[in-house]
């Protein structure tokens, strides 16, 4: 049965950072990403990285802020968020799959997190 917990969210103040993990476990998964889903809006895609880590691929609004990196001897994902805006309150997901990459789309998982809430003030 595969899992994929989230951890690492919290309430931050504008300009810092956080670090979210996600643990997978009954699988190993070639594509492995983040997604988040805002009140009243839709989710929408943050990063993802393949197998090796040597690819990785983000969401315009968040490059250059965001790194998404994974150990696989862990089975673990990681998004390290610098420079946090109150545009990125969230609730954060995790997501395994075996897209293609660039998997920037919800569809190209199989898998899902229940989601860690991110809060950032201003």
């Known amino acids: 049965q595969v899992q994929l917990v989230e951890s690492g969210g919290g309430l931050v103040q504008a300009g810092g950072s956080l670090r979210l993990s996600c643990a997978a476990s009954?699988?190993?998964?070639?594509?492995m990403g983040w997604f988040r889903q805002a009140p009243g809006k839709e989710r929408e895609f943050v990063a993802t990285?393949?197998?090796?880590?040597?690819?990785?691929y983000y969401a315009d609004s968040v490059k250059g802020r965001f790194t998404i990196s994974r150990d696989n001897a862990k089975n673990t994902v990681y998004l390290q968020m610098n420079s946090l805006k109150p545009e990125d309150t969230a609730l954060y997901y995790c997501?395994?799959?075996?897209?293609?990459?660039?998997?920037?789309?919800?569809?190209?998982?199989?898998?899902w997190g229940q989601g860690t809430q991110v809060t950032v003030s201003s």
């Open positions: 009954g699988g190993t998964f070639s594509t």
């Open positions: 997501a395994a799959g075996a897209g293609m990459y660039p998997a920037g789309r919800a569809k190209q998982y199989d898998y």
């Open positions: 990285i393949t197998w090796s880590g040597s690819s990785t």
